[in-house]
Structure formats: C-alpha cells, structure tokens
C-alpha cells in the first residue's frame, strides 16, 4: 500500500527566508512523488514531480523537491519565502499506473510572515 | 497543462435537494475522473472513480445512492449529491489523470463549494 505522510500541520516563516516542507513516502517499487498547493476555495495546482534522474527537482514558482531513497523523503523547499507563498500544500504519491489515483498527504498550511 | 473545469464554483442549497457538479476536461480526453471530498483542514479524500462508459467505483464508506457519478463522454464526468442534507457540505474537487503514464501529474478541477442549509 502507498502512504505519504506530512508531519506538520503548520509551518510558519518569516519572509526572505527559507522555508522546507516536509513529506515522507511508502510505496512498494519506483515512487512517482509530487506537490501541489491549494489557495482557499481553488483547487490543487501542480509545482512539481520526481519521476527519475536527478534528486533534486525544480518546480513552480521557485520550489524545488529533494527526492531522498534512503529517508524516503521528498521535502519541498525554497531559498528565499514571500508572502504569497502562504497556502495549503500536499505531498503525493503514485507508484501504479497513470489512471490510479494520487495519493495525498493530510497538507501543510504554510504561513509566510512579513 | 492541461485544463480541468470544474462547474459550479459555490452553490448553496436548501437540504432535501439535488445539487449536479460537473467536470469537464477541456483540452485532452480523460476516460478516468476522480471525484475527492475535502474537509476543513483536511486532507482530500477519495470519493470515487469515474470510467467513461462504465459505473463508477466508490471507495469504502461512500454512499453510491447519495453521490450518483456518471462519465457521460470522455470529456465530461458529473456528480450529483442527491437529498442533500447539510453533513454533504464540503469542498468538492474532482481530478484527471492527464495520461496513462504513472509520472504524469494529475490535473485538478478548480472545485466547488457546497453549503446546504
């Protein structure tokens, strides 16, 4: 069975700062690992995926994912937070095919502080 | 990407009601949609799958006669919340796939807000 877990509910930054989001992985075979973030009433938006190749992956808005096999960890991070970062953001996971659902971590709310 | 819409955005109803959303995929053909609920401060949670020309597949716990799924082409999947009642209030997403490939992203609808009151 698949399972991702994020284990904080909130995390809270100052602006210009770095921020790290944290999501931890199961699944049996090759993980297909990806994030996505929600503002209030949208839907998900997608900012990046580890499929294979480098550990370390580039996304949206200047997001980018560190793919760890031995942890198995895909936290999110971002040198430098602003304000507008502030949303909700999964962590996901696929390890069948493309038509299987993703599935979800319980979210982190981010919250970035002038 | 690809475009998912999702119709209606917010939608209040009075309980005893019927309230039908739709999701459309616009740019591709999606024979699979996934129709997830959202709690306040939760996760998303799976409701059911969707497959063009067949029924729907629910997840443990969903009532199949209270939320009706039908994948009417391949570019439309609907689901109707039938005697709504106001515990059905939630944030209602639903997602395609994109492609049969498992390192696709999958594309989500922007959901709907139901109030039922």
């Known amino acids: 069975a698949q399972s991702v877990a994020q284990p904080e509910d909130q995390v809270n930054v100052a602006e210009g700062n770095p921020l790290t989001v944290k999501c931890t992985y199961s699944v049996s075979g090759n993980p297909y690992l990806f994030w996505y973030v929600q503002y209030p009433n949208r839907g998900l938006q997608f900012l990046l995926k580890y499929i294979t190749g480098d550990n370390l992956v580039k996304g949206s808005y200047g997001f980018e994912a560190e793919f760890n096999k031995s942890q198995t960890s895909f936290h999110l991070k971002k040198p430098s937070a602003l304000v507008s970062d502030s949303a909700l953001y999964f962590c996901a996971v696929r390890a069948f095919s493309g038509n299987t659902p993703l599935v979800f971590g319980k979210g982190t709310r981010l919250s970035v502080i002038a | 990407g690809a475009v998912v819409s999702q119709h209606p955005s917010r939608v209040i109803c009075k309980s005893g009601t019927s309230v039908k959303i739709e999701c459309r995929s616009l740019?591709?053909?999606?024979?699979?949609m996934f129709w997830y609920r959202q709690f306040p401060k939760k996760s998303l949670m799976l409701m059911a799958t969707s497959n063009e020309g067949s029924k729907a597949t629910y997840e443990q716990g969903v009532e199949k006669d209270k939320f009706l799924i039908n994948h009417a082409s391949l570019t439309l999947s609907t689901l109707t919340v039938t005697s709504a009642h106001p515990e059905d209030s939630s944030f209602y997403i639903c997602?395609?796939?994109?492609?049969?490939?498992?390192?696709?992203?999958?594309?989500f609808g922007q959901g709907t807000r139901l109030t039922v009151v």
């Open positions: 997602s395609a796939p994109g492609t049969g490939r498992v390192g696709t992203e999958a594309f």
């Open positions: 740019d591709f053909q999606a024979t699979t």
